[in-house]
C-alpha cells in the first residue's frame, strides 16, 4: 500500500508471536523495532487506583502484575525498555522517538 513506517501499539506487541504475526501480515521483511514501556509495582498501581473504583481494581492489580512478569520473561530480548515512573509523556516520547531512528534511516 506504499506505507513506509507504521506504530502498532498493543500490550504484547513486544512478544515474539505478536512480532511474527504483524511482520507476515505486513509482508516485505520489516524493520520492527520493539519497545516496552516499564514501571514499578508502585507506579502500576497508583495509575491503576486513579482510574478503576471499587471491587475491580484488585482484578486489576493482579492482572497488571501477571502480564508484568509475562513481558519481562518473554518479551524479545531486543526490545527496548523506557521506563516510565515520574516521567512526562513528552520526556517518554523523545526516548521512544530516539529508539525508532526514523530520522537517521529515512528513504
Known sequence: MGYR?????NTVSVLPDAIERLTTAMGDNPEVVAILLTCTDSSARERL??????STLNQHLASSADMGFRLQA???DWAHRIPTDARSVSHIEADVIDRMNW?????
Not at 513506517?5 to 501499539?9: F, K, W
Not at 530520522?103 to 528513504?107: E, H, I, K, L, V
Open 74 to 76: 518473554d518479551a524479545v
Open 49 to 54: 487506583s486513579q482510574r478503576e473504583m471499587g
Open 103 to 107: 530520522f537517521t534511516t529515512c528513504p
Open 5 to 9: 513506517r507504521l506504530i502498532y501499539t
